[in-house]
C-alpha cells in the first residue's frame, strides 16, 4: 500500500477489479496511517483507501454487489454513467447497515474516466471525506487503437483536500463556516497520500485527473508552467487535443492530459499543484489560507529513469456525439442560491431545497433542451445532473475551458456566473436528481428530483 511520501501508479497500487463476473464490494471501516506516525480511523470499499479501482469494458454488463458492514446506510452512485434509475444511487436508495444489493447494467458510454461514490441523502459529504470514492475506468477498442500512453504511463490520480487535525484523523465535524463555503482542508492528497512523491520515466504519461474533494475548487498546474495536452474531460475523449497549461477542476470533474518528461534530467522533480485564486473567479486575485483559491501541493513527480521516447498525439481523438444547441425545443432555468444561516434546507435550486418525495423537474426522452444554469450565491457551485452527459454551449464569464469541448456531467459554474448547456436525456426513464457536487451543499438541501419520462 502506499505511504506518505511515495504515491503508488493508482490508487493502493493499481488494485483493478474487472466487471464481466459479479465483483463484491465491502463497504466498512479500517484502520490506515495516512500521516506518518498517526493511525486514523477511514472508510473503505473493498479494504482500499481510496476505494477500489474498477477497470470495465464498454458494451460490459456491469456487476457489483455492495455489502454494507458500516453502521450507517450508504449507497453507489456510478457518476458519470447512465445507469437506469435503479442503479444510479438516487439519496433515498440506499443499503441500510448490515444489507446487501446487487447494481447490474450494461455499460454503454465511451472509453474515459468515470468514478463511483456514495450517495445517501444528508450523508455524502461524511463517507467521501473519510474515503468512499474511487475511479472506474472504461476503456474500448476505438481509444486502445490510438496508441495514447498506456499501462505504467498511465495514472489516474484522485485529487483532493483533507484537514489535518493535530491526532492525524479524517474527523468529519463540519463548522458552521465550513457548511457555507464546504469542508475545505489545508492539505493536497493524492490516491489518499500527503505529500505524495511519484518516481516516473523519462517520457510522456496520461494523467486521469479526479477532482473527489468535497468542496475544493483545484486550479491545477505543474509548478513551472509546462504544457500539457488536454485529451479528455467528464464524458471521454475530446475530438483533438488541446494544449494548455492549467485546468479548473470543480469536485466531481474529470480531465485527462498527457505530460511530456523526456526532455528533463534524471533526478528533477516538479510539482503538481492547485494554484491560487479568487473564490469570485478566474482573473479575480488570489485566495489566501486554506479557504477556497488557497495554493495546495499536490504531487511531486521524480524523472528517475530513461524511459521511451514520447509517441505523436493523432491529430483526431475521437468523435464525441455533441448536440447541435440550435435544434433545443424548450429552455429551463436553474438558479443556485443559498441563505443565511447556512444549514438544512438553506441551499436551493429554484427556490426549492431537497424533498425526497416531490418532483421538481419532468423531461421526455429523446427531446433536446437548452439549460441555463445561473449562480446568484457569492460561493462557486459545480452542477451535476445524473442520467446523462450534456455539453456546455457558452459561459457568460469567461470562455470555455479545454476539457469543456467534449461531453460533460458535471460543470463550474462561478458566483454571478450563467452557463448555458445542451442537453437531452435518451437511455432511460424515472427518477434521477441534479444537485450542486459541492458535498456540504448537496447535503444541505441544494438538489432537485428529476423525472426522466
Keep these: 500500500m502506499a505511504t506518505a511520501g511515495a504515491l503508488a501508479a493508482g490508487p493502493t497500487g493499481r488494485l483493478f477489479a474487472q466487471a464481466g463476473g459479479a465483483t463484491t464490494l465491502v463497504?466498512?471501516?479500517?484502520?490506515?496511517?495516512?500521516?506518518?506516525?498517526?493511525?486514523?480511523?477511514?472508510?473503505?470499499?473493498?479494504?482500499?483507501?481510496?476505494?477500489?479501482?474498477?477497470?470495465?469494458?464498454?458494451?460490459?454488463?456491469?456487476?457489483?454487489?455492495?455489502?454494507n458492514d458500516l453502521r450507517e446506510p450508504t449507497n453507489i452512485h456510478w457518476h458519470g454513467l447512465a445507469a437506469p434509475p435503479e442503479d444510479d444511487g438516487h439519496p433515498m436508495d440506499v443499503v441500510p447497515a448490515g444489507g446487501r444489493r446487487a447494481y447490474r447494467f450494461l455499460v454503454e458510454e465511451p472509453a474515459g474516466t468515470y468514478w463511483y461514490h456514495p450517495h445517501p441523502d444528508g450523508r455524502t459529504a461524511s463517507q467521501v471525506y473519510r474515503g468512499l470514492a474511487g475511479f472506474l475506468i472504461v476503456e474500448d477498442e476505438a481509444e486502445q487503437a490510438l496508441g495514447l500512453p498506456s499501462g505504467e504511463f498511465d495514472l489516474p490520480l484522485l485529487l483532493q483536500d483533507r484537514r489535518r487535525r493535530a491526532?492525524?484523523?479524517l474527523t468529519y465535524a463540519p463548522t458552521p463556516m465550513d457548511l457555507m463555503s464546504g469542508l475545505l482542508g489545508d492539505a493536497g492528497l493524492v490516491n489518499g497520500v500527503p505529500q505524495s512523491v511519484l518516481d516516473v520515466a523519462a517520457s510522456a504519461y496520461r494523467l486521469r485527473l479526479l477532482n473527489g474533494s468535497n468542496a475544493r475548487v483545484m486550479r491545477v498546474a505543474f509548478e513551472d508552467g509546462r504544457r500539457f495536452d488536454v485529451i479528455a474531460g467528464d464524458g471521454g475523449l475530446l475530438d483533438q487535443?488541446?494544449?494548455?497549461?492549467?485546468?479548473?477542476?470543480?469536485?466531481?470533474?474529470?480531465?485527462?492530459?498527457?505530460?511530456?518528461?523526456?526532455?528533463?534530467?534524471?533526478?528533477?522533480?516538479?510539482?503538481?499543484?492547485?494554484?491560487?485564486?479568487?473564490?469570485?473567479?478566474?482573473?479575480?486575485?488570489?485566495?489566501?489560507?486554506?479557504?477556497?483559491?488557497?495554493?495546495?501541493?499536490?504531487?511531486?513527480?521524480r524523472v528517475s529513469r530513461?524511459?521511451?521516447?514520447?509517441?505523436?498525439?493523432?491529430?483526431?481523438?475521437?468523435?464525441?456525439?455533441?448536440?447541435?444547441?440550435?435544434?433545443?425545443?424548450?429552455?429551463?432555468r436553474f438558479v443556485m442560491d443559498m441563505r443565511m444561516p447556512p444549514g438544512a434546507g438553506a441551499f436551493t435550486i429554484n427556490g426549492l431545497s431537497f424533498e425526497p418525495d416531490r418532483v421538481d423537474v419532468k423531461v421526455e426522452r429523446g427531446v433536446q433542451e437548452t439549460w441555463e444554469v445561473v449562480n446568484l450565491s457569492g460561493e462557486p457551485h459545480p452542477f451535476h445532473v445524473h442520467g446523462t452527459q450534456f455539453q456546455v454551449v457558452r459561459r457568460s464569464g469567461q470562455a470555455l475551458m479545454p476539457h469543456e469541448r467534449g461531453l460533460k456531467d458535471t460543470v463550474l459554474?462561478?458566483?454571478?456566473?450563467?452557463?448555458?448547456?445542451?442537453?437531452?436525456?435518451?437511455?432511460?426513464?424515472?427518477?434521477?436528481?441534479?444537485?450542486?457536487?459541492?458535498?456540504?451543499?448537496?447535503?444541505?438541501?441544494?438538489?432537485?428530483?428529476l423525472e426522466v419520462r
Design 27 to 67: 463497504a466498512s471501516s479500517s484502520q490506515r496511517e495516512i500521516w506518518p506516525g498517526q493511525v486514523t480511523t477511514v472508510l473503505t470499499l473493498g479494504d482500499s483507501f481510496p476505494s477500489r479501482t474498477l477497470r470495465v469494458r464498454r458494451w460490459d454488463l456491469l456487476d457489483v454487489e455492495l455489502q
Design 167 to 169: 491526532d492525524g484523523s
Design 241 to 301: 487535443a488541446i494544449g494548455a497549461t492549467e485546468l479548473w477542476l470543480a469536485p466531481g470533474e474529470r480531465a485527462e492530459v498527457v505530460v511530456d518528461f523526456s526532455a528533463a534530467t534524471l533526478g528533477r522533480s516538479v510539482r503538481l499543484v492547485s494554484a491560487a485564486f479568487s473564490s469570485a473567479g478566474p482573473g479575480m486575485g488570489m485566495g489566501g489560507g486554506a479557504g477556497q483559491g488557497a495554493f495546495l501541493p499536490l504531487a511531486t513527480f
Design 306 to 332: 530513461p524511459g521511451p521516447a514520447p509517441r505523436p498525439l493523432p491529430a483526431r481523438l475521437a468523435m464525441p456525439a455533441l448536440l447541435d444547441p440550435a435544434r433545443a425545443s424548450a429552455t429551463r
Design 413 to 449: 459554474v462561478w458566483p454571478g456566473e450563467t452557463v448555458e448547456l445542451a442537453i437531452r436525456f435518451e437511455r432511460h426513464a424515472g427518477l434521477y436528481v441534479l444537485h450542486c457536487h459541492n458535498l456540504e451543499h448537496e447535503d444541505a438541501g441544494m438538489m432537485l428530483n
